[in-house]
């Protein structure tokens, strides 16, 4: 407290930060609404970017993935397993990139970012790998691929799910392993 020169009543000093508690919270909030009725741009930023943005995003961006390629292993060569390869082949979603003899010349088309995912059909079990180097795109064209795999017509667009028959048994594998561990036993 200090002495008034003029009389003897003394005020108090104003309060500080660290002496003695108290919030700072609602100087910060006059600061910013004089800044707001300051400055004529702020108000137009406050209230029209959150609408733009509202309104301008969805036709930006979107999670739909297209142009997946795949790579098939048909170890079985049944008529389903033919029939699965055409309904990849007839989807927009994925690019079909043929045909692989074994699973590890299907991982050479992945390791040299020729393919995205690859479908292993093995006595009647599906195996869906995928890259995991685009996360986004592996795990929704991996999911894109277990509903044509379990559909029994083609997964178009807009279409969100099929019916789930499936003979054999369904598995997926996200992840890749890393090449000193391929080396390994």
């Not at 609404?33 to 209230?47: D, G, V």
């Not at 599906?126 to 999911?143: D, E, P, Q, W």
Request: net charge positive; proline share 6%; glycine share 8%.
């Amino acid at each position: 407290m200090r002495k008034n020169q003029n009389s003897t009543v003394t005020t108090p000093l104003p309060h500080r930060e660290g002496q003695g508690g108290g919030s700072v919270l609602p100087f910060l909030l006059q600061k910013e609404f004089l800044q707001i009725r300051r400055n004529s741009f702020m108000p137009k930023i406050i209230f029209i970017f959150p609408i733009m943005v509202m309104c301008v995003m969805p036709w930006v961006m979107n999670q739909e993935v297209k142009n997946i390629r795949v790579d098939v292993v048909d170890i079985d060569h049944t008529t389903e397993s033919q029939q699965i390869v055409h309904r990849i082949e007839a989807s927009n979603y994925f690019i079909f990139n043929g045909l692989k003899p074994t699973y590890e010349a299907a991982m050479k088309d992945i390791e040299s970012s020729q393919a995205d995912i690859i479908l292993e059909i093995r006595n009647g079990q599906y195996l869906i790998a995928a890259n995991a180097v685009n996360g986004t795109k592996g795990s929704i064209g991996s999911s894109y691929l277990s509903k044509s795999v379990a559909s029994p017509q083609p997964l178009s667009q807009g279409e969100g799910s099929g019916h789930l028959r499936v003979r054999g048994e369904l598995r997926k594998e996200y992840l890749l392993p890393s090449p000193w561990e391929r080396g390994r036993g």
